[in-house]
Nanobody, 126 residues
Framework: QVALAESGGGSVQAGESLRLSCEVSGWTDKIYAMGWFRQAPGKEREGVAHIHIAGGNTYYTDSVQGRFTISQDRAKNALYLQMDSLKSEDTAMYYC???????????????????WGQGTQVTVSS
């Protein structure tokens, strides 16, 4: 079992920054990839950024490329998402997720993420 807990969300103005954190606990040695997803009201949950735990490879969706940075601290069992130059369209609930036990490709498809956090709200005002 794995537990994920996000923090760091909040309300900011467009152009400002936020840093999300995800605390990971449990059987962390079987986590092969992690990611940040977001879901705005009335929209599907979309993958924002992914990281391969062993290799450190990262992948970003086009809309956040160059503005968001995903990183990990394996010593602290933590995942981060640095979000810069925030836009109003970044407003959403942000979720941390983990691929545990089986990874077929990178970036992983959403259905391979089998552990999810409860989410943290990010609101960006223009």
């Amino acid at each position: 079992q794995v537990a994920l807990a996000e923090s760091g969300g909040g309300s900011v103005q467009a152009g400002e920054s936020l840093r999300l954190s995800c605390e990971v606990s449990g059987w962390t040695d079987k986590i092969y990839a992690m990611g940040w997803f977001r879901q705005a009201p009335g929209k599907e949950r979309e993958g924002v950024a992914h990281i391969h735990i062993a290799g450190g490879n990262t992948y970003y969706t086009d809309s956040v490329q160059g503005r968001f940075t995903i990183s990990q601290d394996r010593a602290k069992n933590a995942l981060y998402l640095q979000m810069d130059s925030l836009k109003s369209e970044d407003t959403a609930m942000y979720y941390c997720a983990a691929v545990h036990t089986r990874l077929t490709r990178f970036p992983p498809p959403k259905y391979e993420y089998n552990y999810w956090g409860q989410g943290t709200q990010v609101t960006v005002s223009s």
